[in-house]
């Protein structure tokens, strides 16, 4: 404290007198500030955040395809460009539940065998008079596959059973009008 | 973020009650009116304590934020910014011995004086934060704690006036009637 006076007797029993006379207890609970963790900004909005997410990634887990569907889709998308038949039509009928000896639907662009997660598939690419390209797969062995319908990755997309054996098929365009068309051949009509 | 500013406002109550309490006493007179500056300063602290940018002077800041607490609690008559004007109230009303003259004489000096006196004698609070805490210049802090411990002196060795004795006598509120 160089600059101010130095201390004297006086202040120090000003100091003692003070201390004395102003004691004070202990610090009230009152005073200290326990907000509850749900009341916090911050957890608040961490929780609000998850939900968000939460139901974000619920929707999009809703609007996504079964497993299958998405491997068909990315085979076609692979084999979009290939042409020519790799396999027998009677075969392919068969399994497209079109029976044995009738004609391939439309005018066929590729028909082929192929592995769709480990699984063997037949693969059928056909142009449909007022409809357009379509593709359709078949299992073999059958799979199971509930029917539905949407749109991922810019394609439409659709099971249907087949008329046959009624087992599933899906089908795959990128025109929605050619999906309709595809309907009226390969699904089973409804008694 | 929010759970940061709580554990240091808690540090704040936790290292700075005491000190506040204290004062808030001495300046107040009053116990229960001390009490209740000391939880409004809290209480505003707590709202504007983003303002506070340097921690170091976090008690300077917070005695600035109760002198004005007692500002607000304290009657305008008893509000003496004139170093002249002496406060005769009596020293802390209860549990205080007869033989302690000098908080006895500190009630009867200029709350100016007080609080200068206050902040030296109750903290040893350096004069930069002195200064800090009663928004003073450092030099004015030097002349007026100077000033302040002379008319401590006086108040302690000059006898009390007797409108004072006579309020003590007869048990009179500590407080300057209105």
Same mark, same amino acid.
């Given at each position: 404290?160089?600059?101010?006076?130095?201390?004297?007797?006086f202040?120090?029993?000003?100091?003692?007198?003070?201390?004395l006379?102003y004691?004070?207890?202990?610090?009230?609970?009152r005073l200290f500030?326990r907000?509850p963790v749900l009341a %916090?900004?911050?957890?608040?909005?961490?929780?609000?955040?998850?939900?968000a997410?939460?139901?974000?990634?619920?929707?999009?887990?809703?609007?996504?395809?079964?497993?299958l569907v998405?491997?068909?889709?990315?085979?076609?998308?692979y084999e979009?460009t290939?042409?020519?038949?790799f396999i027998?039509?009677?075969?392919?009928l068969t399994?497209?539940?079109? @029976?044995e $000896?009738?004609?391939?639907?439309?005018?066929?662009q590729?028909m *082929?065998p192929?592995e769709?997660d480990?699984?063997?598939a037949?693969?059928l690419?056909?142009?449909?008079d007022?409809?357009?390209?379509?593709t359709?797969?078949?299992?073999?062995?059958?799979v199971?596959?509930?029917? @539905?319908? =949407?749109?991922?990755? @810019?394609?439409?997309w &659709?099971?249907?059973?087949?008329?046959?054996?009624?087992?599933?098929?899906i089908?795959?365009?990128?025109?929605?009008q !050619?999906?309709v068309?595809?309907?009226?051949?390969?699904?089973?009509?409804? #008694? | 973020m929010f759970?940061?500013s709580?554990?240091?406002?808690?540090q704040?109550?936790?290292d700075?009650?005491?000190?506040?309490?204290?004062s808030?006493?001495?300046?107040?007179?009053?116990?229960?009116? #001390?009490?209740?500056?000391v939880?409004?300063c809290?209480t505003?602290a707590?709202k504007?304590?983003d303002q506070? %940018?340097e921690?170091?002077?976090?008690? !300077?800041?917070?005695?600035?934020?109760?002198?004005r607490s007692?500002?607000? $609690?304290?009657?305008?008559?008893?509000?003496?910014?004139?170093?002249d004007?002496?406060?005769? *109230?009596a #020293?802390?009303?209860s549990?205080?011995?007869?033989?302690?003259?000098?908080?006895? =004489?500190?009630?009867?000096?200029?709350?100016? $004086?007080?609080e200068?006196?206050v902040?030296?004698?109750?903290?040893?609070?350096?004069t930069?934060?002195?200064?800090?805490?009663?928004?003073?210049?450092?030099?004015t802090v030097?002349?007026?704690?100077?000033?302040? %411990? &002379?008319?401590?002196?006086? #108040?302690?060795?000059?006898?009390?006036?007797?409108?004072?004795?006579?309020?003590r006598s007869?048990?009179?509120?500590?407080l300057k009637?209105?």
């Open positions: 404290m160089k600059d101010r006076q130095p201390e004297e007797e202040d120090l029993r000003a100091r003692a007198e003070f201390s006379a004691d004070v207890d202990g610090i009230p609970t500030r907000t %916090r900004r911050g957890v608040q909005l961490a929780a609000a955040m998850l939900l997410v939460g139901a974000a990634a619920g929707t999009f887990l809703a609007w996504r395809p079964p497993e998405r491997g068909a889709i990315e085979d076609e998308y979009r290939l042409r020519g038949s027998d039509t009677p075969t392919l399994h497209m539940g079109l @029976g $000896h009738g004609p391939v639907p439309g005018h066929a590729l *082929r192929c769709i480990h699984r063997l037949y693969h690419t056909t142009f449909l007022k409809g357009g390209l379509v359709v797969f078949a299992f073999d062995p059958p199971a596959l509930e029917e @539905g319908s =949407g749109t991922w990755r @810019g394609v439409y &659709q099971v249907v059973r087949s008329r046959g054996d009624g087992r599933p098929l089908l795959i365009s990128e025109k929605k !050619a999906l068309v595809a309907h009226t051949v390969f699904a089973r009509i409804p #008694a | 759970a940061s709580e554990a240091r406002y808690n704040w109550v936790r700075h009650y005491r000190f506040l309490f204290r808030a006493w001495a300046l107040t007179g009053s116990r229960a009116m #001390a009490e209740d500056v939880q409004d809290f505003n707590w504007c304590r506070l %940018r921690p170091a002077l976090a008690r !300077a800041w917070l005695f600035q934020i109760m002198r007692i500002f607000r $609690h304290l009657p305008p008559c008893q509000i003496a910014l004139d170093e004007e002496e406060d005769t *109230r #020293a802390p009303e549990g205080i011995d007869d033989r302690l003259d000098v908080v006895r =004489g500190l009630g009867r000096i200029a709350p100016i $004086h007080r200068v006196l902040l030296h004698y109750f903290d040893d609070m350096p930069a934060q002195i200064a800090e805490a009663l928004e003073i210049a450092p030099g030097l002349s007026r704690l100077a000033r302040a %411990r &002379q008319a401590l002196k006086a #108040a302690v060795t000059s006898p009390p006036a007797p409108r004072e004795e006579a309020e007869s048990n009179v509120t500590a009637r209105v």
